[in-house]
């Protein structure tokens, strides 16, 4: 075992060139587009958000990785997302979107083999 007596000697020359000093990315929230610290960072679906920018998408309250759920790129906290499915009966319904049994449906204008689910 040796102990280095100066800097030069503690760091072998071929380590010190390729040692490079790099700044960490900056993430951004989701929700608000400002920088998100490691402290306040909740990812969700992939996407990066500050703790109190992850909100129901219908009443805003606060979420958390527990008491949530997503549909069609939103998220809503549990009682809203089962209101709005009860309201309608169906998911896409409830929550404005083409029923997705429509999807399935031949269409009228007689050009039954072209895909209709854009």
Known sequence: ????????????QHDAAITVFRLPVKETCT????????????????????????TCFHCST???LSNYASLHGHFYCKPHFNQL???KGNYDEGFGHRPHKELWEPRD????????CS
């Open 31 to 54: 929700g608000c587009q400002k920088t998100v610290y490691p402290l306040e960072k909740l990812v969700v679906c992939q996407h990066i958000y500050h703790k109190k920018c992850f």
């Open 109 to 116: 204008d007689g050009d039954e083999g072209t895909c209709n």
């Open 62 to 64: 606060k979420l958390s």
């Open 85 to 87: 499915f009860k309201a």
């Open 1 to 12: 075992f040796r102990i280095a007596l100066n800097l030069t000697e503690a760091v072998p």
